[in-house]
């Protein structure tokens, strides 16, 4: 059994009864190496939270662990500000270091400007040529700009989701300085995802830098963005292929009529 990776191990002895045991380190010996990435290939995003982190640790960062490079998409989950969180910032490089295919990074109710110890860095110099989507969903955030700034970290980024982001009292956190001319690109960018008060800041990102975008996904649009959502979409209509508004998918002939 010892050349089986240790992910698989409980698995294999809980299936197993007593008489396929005796053979088990033949099939091990021939069948593992030639099947692990068909089975590694679908894992389910990999989410770190308080909860997880130290099962996260021993799949990941066990003596034997073989799984890392076959992670493909990787959740933070539940991670505040706080002294809690230390540990996780600390034992990050040793969660992701062997991570060569994360194409998927989510941050789910994570102040991500506030990651201690360089950790948002860290995750970028990882990621930089392998990610091709970013998920914040229910995180803080405190400028536009530094969305934008964590978006064009990755080169590469085909796919943004922006689900219900909080933006703080920017009277809590100083004045904001002037905002940059002409404001940085994300060339790859090619599907958004909205739902929140984001939506127009998002669009008029989008407007200034000529982004070619070929799927809109929007959350229920308000009065006061009807009007930088509608021209946003008629500046799109020769690119756009799919376009949802509310969780209603709208047929091609509407948009490209726009």
Known sequence: MSALPQELYDIVISLCDR???????????????????????NLRPLTISPSSLQE???????????ISP???SLILKDWDVGSSSQSFYAALPRITGRMTAVESLAFHAVDWEEMADGALNFLVFYFKNTLKSLELRD??????????????????????SLHRLVAFN???????????????SAPQLRSIYAFGSIKRDLVRWIMKTNLDIEEVTFGPILPREARVVGKFLGALKNNLKHLTLSGESIPSEFFLAL
């Open 19 to 41: 008489r396929s045991l005796a053979s088990c380190s033949l099939v091990c010996r021939n069948w593992v190496p030639c099947s692990r990435m068909g089975h590694f290939s």
């Open 170 to 184: 920017r009277s809590e956190h100083g004045t904001l300085g002037p905002r940059r001319s002409p404001p940085p």
């Open 139 to 160: 995180s803080p955030y405190r400028t536009f700009d530094g969305l934008v700034d964590l978006t064009c970290s990755f080169p590469f980024l085909e796919k943004l």
């Open 70 to 72: 076959y992670i493909k």
């Open 56 to 66: 996260v640790l021993l799949l990941v960062d066990g003596p034997v662990s073989t």
